[in-house]
């Protein structure tokens, strides 16, 4: 019931926003579940974005993907960068989904992934997490030759 009425206090606009997200979360975890992760990566390709976003519509597309998030078992941190990447793709905005590893020698091999806008840390964990990792590829937007991954600067200590 609570949800019911967290739902109620949105805005048309919220609403329709939330859906989307809900939507794309949904497709994205049910393409990698399917192992389709380069599918996923040629779609965003195709949209061809180039701006940086804005702080509000970064906002948004975070809020929106979060929440969706929550509502979809098994959104992994990849399912919601994937997700956030493709919504911000869609609006014209340019991001980047990176993945890292733990640095402390003795952690499993647990990959983690991020949203990135420029150097903002939009989805994924703080930024106190993300010192305790060492990124190691990046899936850059624009790259059209099937989904081609990255390897990531190497962040400064």
């Known amino acids: 019931m609570r949800g019911l009425s967290r739902l109620r206090r ?3 606009r919220q609403l329709g926003v939330l859906a989307l997200a809900w939507i ?3 497709r994205v975890r049910v393409a990698l579940w399917r192992q389709q992760a380069d599918a996923v990566r040629k779609g965003i390709a195709e949209l061809d974005a180039a701006q940086p976003a804005p702080l509000g519509d970064l906002r948004e597309v975070v809020w929106s ?7 979809m078992p098994g959104a992994t941190c ?3 960068a994937l997700s956030g990447q493709y919504l911000l793709a869609r609006r014209g905005y340019v991001s980047t989904v990176r993945l890292s590893l733990p640095r402390a020698e003795r952690s499993k091999l647990k990959p983690h992934a991020w949203l990135m806008a ?3 840390i939009a989805l994924g964990g703080s930024s106190a997490t993300y010192a305790a990792h060492r990124p190691f590829l990046d899936y850059l937007p624009g790259d059209r030759r099937s989904g081609l991954i990255h390897r990531a600067p190497e962040v400064l200590q």
């Open 65 to 71: 993907v979060r929440a969706a998030a929550r509502l």
């Open 10 to 12: 949105l805005s048309r």
């Open 24 to 26: 794309t979360v949904a």
């Open 118 to 120: 420029g150097e903002t």
């Open 78 to 80: 990849l399912t919601q």
